[in-house]
């Protein structure tokens, strides 16, 4: 790999990505600087030679690359433009928001930066805190091609990045990701309590489907949550429903008929009134199994 020089990059949003990510770029050698709105959960990063802001206009100034690992869309919104983010940010800055926003959010934020002459990419992420402490990401991008060459020496520190097309391609193919992965959990879900109903033993059910065409990494991990009735949160039920939510609301702009989602946006959301929104999301599980009368 040719080595590039190092960037004066800033993160924004230090939680459960953002801290891991700020400390793989500055391992890397690059300048950071970070920001959160909570000041105390960035300043541990101290310790990593990273220099933690209390004002964000002050942490994004002189930047090459700012990072968001923000909450959500009104929130970057916020930062960006009420805040003074943007204000403060260099003219050709490049903006990446690597947290999972809406795409017409998405959209709407490189259209008000561009309008400043600042870059701007969405780039969500698949792998969790895991991807994000080991560097094996998966991220999805969003925008210009030129401004995605821009960002390799960031996404090489990250994991591994791929240009979907144009601005907010990389929330939509973050929302696909989330359907399949809320999806198949409701297949897993639903074939093994129905094997297990009718009197055969799921975990011996999974073991002999594994490696064959019906395998996949949620019939592997979130399955096996299943046969030990593991529900402890890695992703949350009202999470995937969230996802579900900005799935079919994206669906409804782009003149898209998602019959699949609708069906799980609903059964994900009986969970969660049922009281299952803080268990995993492979918890869908507890809520077919209810269903059924089985415990």
């Known amino acids: 790999m040719h080595n590039t020089p190092p960037l004066r990059t800033t993160v924004l949003g230090i939680g459960m990505m953002g801290a891991p990510m700020a400390r793989r770029l500055r391992a890397a050698g690059h ?12 300043e541990p990063l101290a310790a990593s030679g990273i220099t933690v802001h209390s004002d964000v206009r002050d942490a994004v100034a002189g930047a090459d690359v700012v990072i968001s690992l923000l909450a959500n869309g009104p929130v970057v919104g916020q930062v960006l433009f009420e805040r003074g983010a943007a204000q403060a940010l260099r003219r050709d800055a490049l903006f990446i928001d690597m947290a999972s926003i809406q795409p017409r959010e998405a959209r709407d934020h490189a259209a008000r930066l561009g309008e400043m002459g600042i870059a701007h990419l969405d780039a969500p992420v698949s792998g969790g805190t895991v991807g994000a402490e080991n560097g094996t990401l998966a991220i999805m991008a969003g925008g210009r091609p030129e401004d995605y060459a821009r960002a390799q020496p960031i996404f090489a520190a990250f994991g591994r990045a791929t240009h979907v097309g ?25 074939a093994l309590l129905f094997a297990a109903k ?5 975990a011996k059910v999974r073991e002999a489907i594994s490696g064959g065409f019906a395998d996949s990494r949620i019939l592997q991990l979130h399955g ?13 039920m009202t999470v995937q429903l969230k996802d579900m939510r900005n799935a079919l609301a994206t669906a409804g702009e ?8 609708a069906l799980f946006e609903a059964l ?14 492979s918890g869908l599980f507890v809520e077919l199994a209810s269903r059924n009368a089985m415990q």
């Open 224 to 236: 096996q949550r299943m046969v030990e009735r593991n529900f402890a949160p890695q992703g949350r």
């Open 268 to 281: 994900y959301a009986e969970g969660v009134e049922h009281g299952l929104g803080e268990l995993d999301h």
């Open 31 to 42: 300048e950071v600087h970070a920001w959160n709105r909570t000041r105390e959960a960035a």
């Open 166 to 190: 144009p601005h907010g391609a990389g929330q939509l193919a973050k929302l696909a990701n989330q359907m399949i992965v809320g999806i198949t959990i409701g297949a897993v879900a639903e």
């Open 198 to 202: 009718g009197g055969a033993d799921m």
């Open 254 to 261: 782009i003149g898209f008929d998602a019959p699949i989602t």
